[in-house]
């Protein structure tokens, strides 16, 4: 009888608690979404993906939810909460990340072409903003995109020289930077861009070249290090699969959960220093 009675004050004091202190964690809990949605915004509008706030707010605040339910069904104990809610939290900035990366290397790549189109609509006699619409209208996304915004700016009345440091914000990348500085300064100067384009063709082919042979020079280190990333994580699952028993103690035991913890964050540790490590700048 006694512990009833002292199950029901416990369930009670829980409930309370939970009743009146709810409401204020839950809309922490949306106001922190809606600054990282906040942030997240200006990166999908300059990769041209205009999303509704309220879907991107629902994707931020349902992710560690779901992540958080995964970890507790796979695991049955906090921790596999906690990793969870945890994954879910970083998963959607990595993911907008990763894109932006990605769409940004696409644009990096397609700039020797478009750089070859300018340089031939100058040879034809057109100008640099009806050069900017030739590129806008004949080459894909995303330097397509890019341009086009470029001319719509001018066309509204911004200076080129303005349109193309937006252009240098939106994409920042070195061979960018180089054709934007030698538009400048033969505007200024009065330069011959035909044959600054030529040259700039011959340059960023180089360094292309240069880059592909240093990634196949360090294409070794860098395998070594994804294996040893990968390694841990694989050998826990397969510990899990085959003698569950005994990776349970690692989730139930004390010295245990410190351990399985202090494993988690020396991996990500060792991730971040492998990819710092195999980076190599040219």
């Known amino acids: 009888m006694l512990k009833i009675i002292i199950f029901l004050l416990m369930f009670g004091s829980i409930s309370f608690l939970a009743y009146a202190y709810l409401p204020y964690f839950m809309q922490r809990y949306a106001q922190i979404q809606k600054a990282r949605v906040k942030k997240a915004t200006p990166k999908l509008d300059q990769m041209f993906i205009f999303a509704e706030r309220h879907r991107l707010v629902r994707m931020y605040s349902v992710t560690p939810l779901s992540l958080g339910l995964l970890g507790f069904i796979l695991c049955r104990n906090p921790i596999g909460i906690l990793v969870g809610a945890a994954v879910g939290s970083v998963l959607p900035p990595i993911i907008i990340k990763n894109m932006f990366v990605k769409r940004r290397n696409k644009f990096q790549n397609q700039l020797v072409d478009g750089l070859m189109v300018l340089s031939s609509c100058l040879k034809a006699g057109l100008s640099m903003n009806q050069a900017f619409e030739v590129l806008a209208e004949e080459a894909a ?22 349109c193309l440091a937006h252009l240098k914000l939106r994409m920042p990348t070195d061979d960018l930077d180089l054709i934007i500085a030698a538009i400048n300064i033969a505007r200024e100067t009065g330069g011959n861009l035909t044959d600054i384009f030529s040259q700039l063709v011959l340059t960023m082919r180089e360094k292309r070249k240069l880059e592909d042979r240093v990634r196949a020079l360090t294409i070794q280190g860098r395998l070594q290090g994804y294996i040893m990333m990968v390694l841990p994580i694989a050998f826990a699952i397969f510990t899990y699969i085959v003698s569950p028993n005994n990776f349970e103690t690692m989730l139930k035991d004390k010295l245990g959960q410190m351990l399985l913890t202090w494993a988690i964050i020396s ?16």
């Open 141 to 162: 996304p995303p330097i397509s995109d890019e341009f086009a915004l470029v001319v719509k700016e001018n066309e509204m009345g911004v200076a080129l020289e303005d």
């Open 267 to 282: 991996e990500g540790i060792g991730i971040i220093l492998i990819k710092k490590l195999s980076r190599v700048e040219v």
